[in-house]
């Protein structure tokens, strides 16, 4: 980065100024500017394309412009846009063009100089949007590109985010799944079906705040899959202890299955 070694100013040295001084320091800020707008932009960077940085959105239609102010990022430079609203017709487009105006003021310009003529020198260099030939400005309107510089937020719960990599656009975040509202889970072994059915009582080791729940089921099978997946079940009687299940074969077979279950609140 382009800096000044002040070190031998004192109170009784005094720096010159020369033209090459103020070049330097606008280099500073317009070069740091230009680094951190490319980055920002990424691998896709085009200095003959205008990046929009901040407002510049078009709410008018058709042939009609009513465009509001931002700043847009264009070979390297940093412009303010004022807004404007303007109508199109025939072969025009909405245009960017350069224009440069000054900054009059008693402690600015005009400016005499030691040779005595006066010059206005503190330029104002904005990009302005106008009706005009595609090509004859900085970049025609709707070829700017938008950055989206909004981050969207992150609602985390639990451990929070587990690691983030990659670099800005492909930025990469590993969040763990989010715990579902399971108030308890467990297993049961069944066994064989009867003829008819059979109901059984699951009961929690420890009873939960709340009898609004439901079931949600899987039948493992310990001994013939054929067997073991001809069996049907429902669930009923919700308590902050338990519930009850029934188990029907649609086959007359002999079943060993195992009822694991998770109990998810409504």
Not at 62 to 70: C, F, T, V
Not at 133 to 146: K, T
Not at 151 to 180: F, H, K, W
Request: proline share 4%; hydrophobic share 40%.
């Amino acid at each position: 980065m382009r800096k000044l070694d002040t070190s031998a100013i004192s109170s009784s040295i005094g720096l010159p100024v020369k033209s090459g001084t103020l070049q330097h320091i606008q280099l500073a800020y317009q070069e740091a500017l230009g680094e951190i707008a490319k980055a920002i932009t990424g691998s896709a960077y085009d200095p003959t394309k205008a990046y929009i940085l901040n407002g510049c959105v078009n709410s008018g239609s058709g042939s009609n412009y009513s465009i509001s102010a931002g700043s847009i990022f264009f070979n390297g430079e940093v412009y303010l846009v004022d807004a404007a609203s303007f109508s199109i017709s025939g072969s025009n487009v909405a245009v960017g063009a350069f224009a440069t105006t000054f900054f009059a003021a008693a402690n600015a310009d005009p400016v005499q100089f030691t040779d005595g003529i006066t010059r206005t020198i503190h330029q104002i260099r904005k990009i302005v949007l106008q009706p005009g030939l595609s090509g004859s400005g900085a970049a025609d309107y709707n070829a700017w590109v938008r950055l989206n510089l909004n981050i969207p937020q992150l609602s985390l719960s639990g451990t929070g985010i587990a690691n983030v990599s990659g670099t800005y656009p492909n930025i990469v975040i590993n969040v763990p799944a989010p715990q579902s509202d399971i108030l308890v889970k467990g297993s049961k072994h069944i066994g064989d079906v009867p003829s008819g059915g059979i109901a059984v009582s699951v009961n929690f080791d420890n009873p939960i705040s709340t009898a609004a729940y439901v079931v949600l089921g899987s039948l493992f099978s310990n001994g013939t899959r054929l067997a073991d997946s001809s069996v049907v079940w429902c669930w009923w009687d919700p308590t902050e202890s338990g519930f009850q299940a029934e188990f029907s074969e649609t086959v007359g077979t002999t079943q060993n299955i195992d009822f694991y279950y998770a109990v998810i609140a409504l």
